[in-house]
C-alpha cells in the first residue's frame, strides 16, 4: 500500500493527503458557518419607529422653531415624522483656562436639542428604515427642516416606541 518513498498506492504522497484534507475541513466548516447563520431576516413594514435626533450648539430661535407635534422633514422635503418631544440642555464644551487647566463648562445663549420623531417605517434584519427608505443608525448626520428652521442634526438614538 504505502511504498519506500511515502506514497500511497504508488501515486499519492500522504503529507499532501493531508494538507488537502485539512484544507478541506476549513473550507466547508467556513463555508457552513457562514450559510447556516441561523439568523433569521424579519421585514417588517409601516411600523412605528422613534428616532431621537441631536443638534447642537444652537441658539434660542432654533429651540424655538420646533415643538411637539410638528412635522420634521429631510431637506430634500421627504416627510421623515412628527415631533413628540423636545429637551433643550445649555450647551456644554470643553474651556482652557489661563493656567492651562479645561474646565467642562455651559456655552452661554447656546443649547443642545434632543427632538425625538416618531415616523413610519420598515425595519429590516436590526436595521431600522425611516420613510421606508432614509437608514437610520446612531451617529449617522441628517439635514432638518421644521416648519420655521432648518438645522444639521446627528442620529443619537434609534428603536421602536415603548
Known sequence: ????????F????????FVVL????????????????GETVTVTNDT??????????????????????????ERNGQKLGEVTEVRTPPAR????????????AEVENRYDMLITVR??????????YLNSNRIMTAGSDIK??????????SVYAVGSPQ
Open 48 to 73: 412605528p419607529i422613534e428616532v431621537t435626533f441631536k443638534v447642537v450648539k444652537v441658539r434660542d430661535f432654533t429651540v424655538n422653531a420646533v415643538e411637539a407635534g410638528d412635522s420634521i422633514y
Open 10 to 17: 504508488g501515486k499519492i504522497n500522504l503529507i499532501d493527503l
Open 22 to 37: 485539512v484544507l478541506v475541513i476549513i473550507i466547508s466548516g467556513f463555508a457552513f458557518k457562514t450559510l447556516s447563520s
Open 93 to 104: 464644551e470643553i474651556l482652557s483656562r489661563s493656567d492651562g487647566s479645561s474646565v467642562y
Open 119 to 128: 415616523g413610519a417605517g420598515r425595519i429590516s434584519g436590526g436595521t431600522y
Open 144 to 153: 432638518l427642516c421644521s416648519n420655521k428652521a432648518t438645522f444639521d442634526a
Open 1 to 8: 500500500m504505502i511504498d519506500d518513498k511515502g506514497r500511497l
